[in-house]
DNA sequence: CAGTTGTGATACGGGATGTATCGTATCACA
DNA sequence: TGTGATACGATACATCCCGTATCACAACTG
């Protein structure tokens, strides 16, 4: 799934749709959720924002999520990889901290929003699922797969558990705000976690 | 704070509040976001269902989700509490388990809609932490503490980070929706976790 | 009895949603 | 160059829900 987007009516006939709005709709609909909260934002607010009829928005878009989504991915897509050099066990601890780091600021912002909105809303859960949480989970089970391959992990570990195991409790905090999501409580996360999966030869 | 009601103006003088109202207006809350969902709940379609004036509605909770949190606790209230008998170990396990049952079910409904809707609203938000989170996060570690104590648990353990770890997962799969809350999931984290934990003497 | 507040019904203004329509703009194709 | 099809911005519109106000009546205290 590439975006929310709707398609448009028909491909080579017809005026094409103009590819400057989509980077002005998005960028207003950061803005307006990171100043005002999703709570409050309107598809007027962010037409007027954008500078664009509300009628685009609705041509383009079924409802004020799908723009938040794919103004999200947008922002965040090229972020919190794995380095792929240095240690490989601190490699991942690294990871948890740049997520965390993200977290704490502006993304943290809009996928509260979207975590939220999901909850309300079947398609936006399937969006988040496909277009955010499902590529970040294989490419960790990716490089866990690979660690057990190297001997860094334990042979017969679960590359699921695991991902859930240090992740979750990221997203938890940062929904419940149960405490700050600080290099310190990563640090706490990865090592306890860790000590199940950690292969001590 | 006991619920999300409004105080009444005064205390022994005027007509006092019809103490059926709260019942049938919580069964009505928690019937209709279980068949319909939070999403198309309306302070209309509760009254109607409750047979209460929309008036009444107002006059006692702010708004739709705090009468879903208050008929939420009423609910589960009395659950998923740590059985004092039996395993020390072991205990934790099948409290886990009786967690995941509860959020596999109609729990699980309201539940995620009680999160969802916090994430657009501080003061849920608040109650939300105050009434469900950290009542049961303060069981936890004080039975976590009791372990510790009589060394069933590592003397230097984090009881914050235990629970982190144990529960954290259970909430992300109810919203993400990455597997089923079966207790093989239950258990995978439960056995990974406590390889950090448990004292092997 | 008088005074005070809860209850249900109804009306009201405000705001947001999603759709429809209009004139204009921009493209492909003949 | 012109024709058909679609996108764009603006506006109007019906609909829904919210939160408040108001009313007559009920229920309680003293």
Redesign the pocket.
């Known amino acids: 799934m590439l975006s929310q987007q709707k ?4 491909l ?8 400057k ?1 989509d980077r002005k709709v998005l960028a207003a609909a950061a803005k307006l959720v990171l100043s005002d909260g999703f709570g ?6 962010i ?1 007027a924002e954008a ?6 928005l ?3 878009w ?3 999520a799908a723009i938040v989504m794919d103004a999200f991915v947008a922002r965040v897509d090229p972020n919190t990889l794995f380095p792929s050099d240095g240690d490989y066990l601190e490699t991942i601890r690294l990871q948890m901290r740049t997520m965390a780091k993200a977290f704490r600021g502006e993304d943290g912002v809009l996928i509260r929003a979207l975590l939220g909105a999901a909850q309300l809303d079947p398609d936006l859960a399937a969006a988040l699922r496909n277009r955010w949480t499902m590529p970040r989970r294989k490419m960790a089970a990716e490089y866990f797969r690979e660690g057990m391959r190297q001997g860094y992990l334990r042979p017969d570990a679960d590359p699921d558990a695991l991902i859930d195991l240090l992740y979750a409790p990221i997203y938890y905090r940062l929904q419940m705000g149960t405490g700050p999501l600080s290099n310190a409580y990563v640090d706490a996360i990865f090592d306890h976690a860790m000590k199940g999966f950690r292969n001590d030869h």
Chains 1, 2 share one sequence.
């Open positions: 398609q448009p009516k028909a080579n006939i017809g005026r094409p749709r103009s590819p709005i409050t934002l309107t598809m007027d607010a037409a500078g664009v009829g509300r009628m685009t609705y041509r383009r079924p409802n004020k």
